[in-house]
Nanobody, 124 residues
Framework: QVQLVESGGGLVQTGGSLRLSCAAS????????MGWFRQAPGKEREFVAA????????YYADSAKDRFTISRDNAKSTVYLQMDRLKPEDTAVYYC?????????????????WGQGTQVTVSS
């Protein structure tokens, strides 16, 4: 069993930045991929970014490219999402997810555990 706890969400103005963190516990944080998804009101949950464990392979949704950066610290069992130049359309609940695979999936079905989510609100 893996527990994931997100933090770092909040209210920010357009053009601002936030750094989300996701701390994993419950089993060894090695050899597994991690991802970030988001869900806006009335919309389906969508992929944002993902990172592999060993090679640092990263994937980004088109909406996140050049603005968001995913990273991880295996020693701290934590994955991060640095979000810059935020836009109102980035407003959503952001979820981190844990995959037993080493190569990061870009679909929800590829993830085995989910955090409770953290709210990000970008004001115009």
């Amino acid at each position: 069993q893996v527990q994931l706890v997100e933090s770092g969400g909040g209210l920010v103005q357009t053009g601002g930045s936030l750094r989300l963190s996701c701390a994993a516990s419950g089993r060894t944080f090695s050899f597994y991929a991690m991802g970030w998804f988001r869900q806006a009101p009335g919309k389906e949950r969508e992929f944002v970014a993902a990172i592999s464990w060993s090679l640092g392979t990263t994937y980004y949704a088109d909406s996140a490219k050049d603005r968001f950066t995913i990273s991880r610290d295996n020693a701290k069992s934590t994955v991060y999402l640095q979000m810059d130049r935020l836009k109102p359309e980035d407003t959503a609940v952001y979820y981190c997810a844990y995959s037993r695979t080493t190569y990061p999936p870009r679909d929800m079905a590829g993830y085995n555990y989910w955090g409770q989510g953290t709210q990000v609100t970008v004001s115009s």
